[in-house]
């Protein structure tokens, strides 16, 4: 399985950016997609996380600003980030799983990660 991200870039803070990621190879039709994003000098954390089914969890700090959604036909997930801030900056890597990921937000629970692309929000 290979997971490939896009739509990383330099946008002003207010602004807004789409990533997206397409998985290909043998996917289970029952998994869990999410997006991370590691900063310099900080850990990884979960920004956010759907379902197969739809069902979608967020990170407090995106909460209102981040949509995550996905198309099950294209193995595409996407995450709309609107309002952005600075804090925002960081390389964002999208990874798939399986159920065991909704229960772990360490991302360990994933089997596969992107490579990452990144977002600057700076003026």
């Known amino acids: 399985v290979q997971l490939v991200e896009s739509g990383g870039g330099l946008v002003q803070p207010g602004g807004s950016l789409r990533l997206s990621c397409a998985a290909s190879?043998?996917?289970?039709?029952?998994?869990?997609m999410g997006w991370y994003r590691q900063a310099p000098g900080r850990e990884r954390e979960l920004v956010a996380l759907?379902?197969?089914?739809?069902?979608?969890n967020y990170a407090d700090s995106v909460k209102g600003r981040f949509t995550i959604s996905r198309d099950n036909a294209k193995n595409t997930v996407y995450l709309q980030m609107s309002s952005l801030k600075p804090e925002d900056t960081a390389l964002y890597y999208c990874a798939l799983g399986g159920l065991a990921a909704l229960r772990d937000s360490t991302g360990r629970a994933y089997d596969y990660w992107g490579q990452g692309t990144q977002v600057t929000v700076s003026s």
């Open positions: 759907i379902t197969s089914g739809g069902t979608a």
């Open positions: 190879g043998t996917i289970f039709s029952i998994n869990v």
